[in-house]
């Protein structure tokens, strides 16, 4: 999969140095034709710096409180300010980002793996398996994506882990639905009927033979969904339903106190939901872009 | 088409069975229930024998299969029941906060619809200009920013630049049109943004995929004015998913709009789902998700029907 585009595009980067490595050539490649998904993949790896780094990077610590610099404005001491605490913002934006990608990558990464199995599982065996599952998928998918995520978060109770699993459970059929159309096409090649008549059990098939074969829909799927699991994780803990304080984490820091003195301190409000706006962005544009690079077929909306 | 019809309709029917079974057991997973919930946590010493009689009072000491018959020979005689925590007429309770809810739906999809329909076409018309860029970056913003972060921008924004906030309470358009589109319009606007970057981008796409078919090329050749070709050839096939995408986001706009509730401090039915759920108001729970399941099986049927009146192939497959 990932040696088409260098294969084909070679030639192009004839300007640069001839002895570049393949990985630089490639990412050369995809900046060079993907100007935006380039940019969004900047912003995600300003987020990856921001959650590795942040005891390093963040110039306070995010927990401390200070009641002597309570809402203070933007300054050279506290570059986005200080909240009703007197926290200072910058520093819980960076170590949000920790939080974000955590429950991001977590959320989509399990939701696209067990998503994954049950959409390969589902066409492999077809039938009235896949009837009734297909059924299943269409009323898990006739909630609301928040409505369901709220309901697990009602039954599991709050925290970053539950906060996760509930992200995961409703995108699960959406990634199976995908994954499904894909699979349904392996199942009809020969290699599948020959692992079958070599008598192979049906889990080895799925597990061997099909689901390495729709590793690309997978990868895509996951990219396209951090920027959504991000958006949810902010949504519920803007509720109060998702990470709980004092936990650095974007949503929560809009909750309550950015809203009751969003005039007295605008900054509480404006920087934080500036963080979610440009980490979603970035994953988005990043997503789409990856998509068009490694499978044109898939290139929708 | 009569035989489509009613195959779409009855294939239904499980599926909503299915959804009212998940949402009932679903209910009985979450620990504690609504008289542990309301009596213990007060502190107050309540004896077990008091904890039991209103359980049954509740009618929640009956088996598990009884409640569920029960629940469900009401709803065919279109009998809800009542709240458990309010103990008032659940079609009452979601009445009032059903006209909340779908009112900013309507104005979100109308909102949606009149600003994506032509930024879309307009985008795939001028492929790759800067008008394109714009329109992408337009709704690839909108997809980004959260809409409950919008609301309160927008909140802000009024508080700064005119010094005044939206009224607080709730009144139906028939008293004052005045009064409740300037509560409502504000929350349509937020969610409004969102849901017409979805829909503009499924405009492009879908528009640019149908410019490039063989009948624009013939409609263009044949020296039809552009406008023709445009509106009568290409947009009237590229609407289709279009009106899927403004279909299915209405159906999910009715329950799901509970987090910028929470910032317009609407009380509106996701602000009713969230408390019914915190409460373990069991019945109300059952009855506002089997609601929103309903509401967006029924708009897939009815965009099932629309394809099916379009497209002639799916009606006889």
Known sequence: M?????????????????????????????????????????????????????????????????????????????????DTFGRDILSR????????????????????????????????????VDLVVQRLIDMVMSFPIIVLALAVVAILGSGIVNLTLAIAIPFMPRIARVVRSSALAIRETPYIDAARAMGFGHGRIIFRHMLPNVVAPFLIMITA???????????????????????????????????????????????????????????????????DALDPKLRTG | MHRYIVKRFLLMIPTLLGVAVLVFLLMRVVPGDIVELRYTLEGTGVSDEFLAKERARLGLDKPI???????????????????????????EEIALRLHLSLQVAIMATLFATLLSVPLGVLAALKQDTWVDYAVRVFS???????SFWLGILII??????????????????????????????????AVGYRYSAVATRMTRSSMLEVLREDY???????????????????????????????????????????????????????????ESIARRDYTMT?????????????????VDLLYAWFDPRIRYG
């Open chain 2, 140 to 146: 690839i913003a909108g997809l980004a920013m959260p």
């Open chain 2, 156 to 189: 802000l924004g009024l508080l700064i630049g005119f010094r005044w906030l939206p009224p607080m309470f709730f009144t139906p358009i028939w008293v004052d049109p005045w009064a409740n589109l300037s509560q409502l319009i504000w929350p349509a606007l």
């Open chain 2, 65 to 91: 299969v009884q409640q569920f018959v029960e629940w469900m020979w009401g709803i065919l005689r279109l009998d809800f029941g009542i709240s458990m925590w309010t103990e008032n007429p659940i079609t």
């Open chain 2, 216 to 274: 624009v090329r013939t409609a263009r050749a044949k020296g039809l004015w552009e406008q023709v070709v445009v509106v009568r050839h290409a947009m009237k096939n590229a609407m289709l998913p279009v009106i899927t995408v403004l279909g299915l986001e209405f159906a999910f706009l009715v329950g799901g709009l509970v987090v910028t509730e929470q910032v317009f401090n609407l009380n509106g039915l996701g602000m009713l789902f969230v």
């Open chain 1, 225 to 291: 969904f951090v920027g959504q699991a991000i958006l949810l994780e902010a949504s519920l803990s803007f509720l109060g339903l998702g990470v709980v304080e004092p936990t650095p984490a974007w949503g929560l820091m809009l909750r309550g106190a950015a809203v009751e003195f969003a005039e007295r301190a605008p900054w509480m409000a404006i920087f934080p939901g500036l963080a979610i706006s440009a980490g979603v962005f970035g994953f988005n544009l990043f997503g789409d872009s990856l998509r």
């Open chain 1, 93 to 128: 934006i960076i170590y949000g980002s920790r939080t974000a990608l955590l429950v991001g990558f977590g959320a989509s990464f399990l939701g696209a793996t067990v998503g994954g199995i049950i959409g390969v599982a589902s066409a492999y065996f077809g039938g009235r």
């Open chain 1, 2 to 82: 990932g040696a088409t585009p260098q294969e084909t595009v070679l030639p192009r980067v004839g300007t640069a140095p001839r002895r570049l490595p393949r990985w630089l050539a490639a990412v050369i490649w995809f900046a060079r034709k993907k100007p935006l998904g380039t940019a969004g993949a900047v912003v995600v790896l300003l987020m990856g710096v921001g959650a590795v780094g942040a005891e390093v990077l963040a110039p306070y610590d995010p927990l401390a409180t200070n009641y002597a610099q309570m809402l203070r404005p933007p300054s050279v001491n506290h570059w986005l300010g200080t």
């Open chain 2, 286 to 302: 059952q009855a506002l998700v089997l609601l929103t399941g309903f509401t967006f099986i029924f708009v897939n049927f009815l």
